[in-house]
């Protein structure tokens, strides 16, 4: 060391690293949230877990194109489908950067397929919840000319065939595959299970008598209206507005009320400033007075939470349906 030079380890150096430190912290912290305050500069990608044409894809693609507008740049729906609706926000919780500029539409298999099979990514951990936004109206339908005239005799036929009489569902772990296990195991009946990548296909299948029935959310709404398609029973607590004929599988002594919420989430680690703006963006899009009546298109209520309370309901509702899996003898071993 020259003469005159500090000693690394003088009080002097010491204090001119502390220093440096700081001022070093204090100019990341700046350009965090400068960073997080241009959120967006371009468009958002929002993934859709489920094939275009469903009613799913309807939905999102309507919330999409009126947040855009308060976001100020376009949302785009991109289709990944698979897993029971897993495949697509499960492969961004792997791939995918925090930084707001790929988000999805989250699913109750989300929070079931995990207990069923191991999968590369935490259904809690791996994700930042924005907001909850719906909930499905559920129904099992079959084409008009089919021989169940309502679901007894659906059941019914079930109990003289075991195994015979069949149902599609969008995904193994989905919410019309489990409530359809729930029904056969409390009307002591066995049926066979068709998964399907998601609900278009499923209604091509069901119109093509290659299914007897269909286990789906109210996609089907305008084929059971326009005479295609019957409508045997919807799984609501409550009847619908829509089809008040309609009766519950509660009421019909199935036990099952099934409504299956959803909403929107990132990948973890997300800086909050770029969630609460997708938060505020979506928020406002669901109060859009077009979104309210595509939702009673759909025969679906708003289901509004933050991101905080969303995050919680899936705590509680991930270790609720551990018990409901393992009641169905579906949970992996």
Not at 60 to 79: C, D, P, T
Not at 250 to 273: H, I, N, R, W
């Amino acid at each position: 060391m020259k003469p005159g030079t500090p000693d690394s380890t003088s009080p002097g150096s010491s204090r001119r690293a502390v220093l440096a430190g700081a001022v070093g912290a204090a100019a990341l912290s700046a350009l965090r949230p400068a960073r997080a305050q241009s959120f967006p500069g371009r468009p958002v990608t929002l993934i859709c877990p489920w094939p275009a044409g469903g009613s799913t894809d309807r939905h999102m693609r309507a919330l999409a194109e009126l947040a855009g507008k308060n976001l100020g740049q376009s949302v785009i729906v991109e289709n990944r489908p698979g897993g029971g609706g897993t495949t697509g926000p499960g492969t961004m919780a792997i791939t995918a950067k925090p930084d707001g500029y790929t988000i999805s539409q989250y699913p109750m298999g989300m929070l079931r397929v995990p207990h069923m099979q191991k999968m590369q990514w935490d259904p809690l951990k791996d994700f930042t919840f924005i907001l909850g936004v719906s909930g499905y109206t559920f129904g099992l339908t079959v084409r008009a000319d089919s021989p169940f005239r309502t679901f007894n005799d659906y059941i019914e036929a079930a109990r003289k065939d075991p195994g015979k009489v069949d149902y599609g569902s969008t995904g193994i772990g989905s919410s019309p595959h489990l409530l359809m296990e729930e029904v056969a195991i409390n009307s002591k009946v066995s049926l066979n299970h068709i998964p399907f990548k998601g609900n278009a296909d499923l209604q091509q299948a069901l119109l093509g008598g290659h299914v007897m029935a269909q286990s789906d959310a109210s996609g089907w709404g305008k084929l059971v209206d326009d005479g295609q398609m019957r409508l045997l029973v919807t799984f609501g607590d409550k009847r619908t507005k829509r089809w008040p004929n309609v009766p519950t599988a509660q009421e019909l002594g199935c036990g099952v009320v099934s409504t299956s919420p959803y909403g929107l989430a990132a990948p973890k680690g997300m800086d909050p400033v770029v969630a609460r703006t997708l938060h505020d963006a979506f928020k406002k899009a669901m109060e859009d007075p077009r979104h309210v009546e595509l939702l009673d298109q759909l025969d679906q209520d708003a289901w509004y939470r933050s991101g905080d309370d969303y995050a919680k309901w899936a705590r509680d509702t991930h270790a609720k349906d551990k018990l409901l899996i393992e009641r169905l003898g579906l949970a992996s071993k």
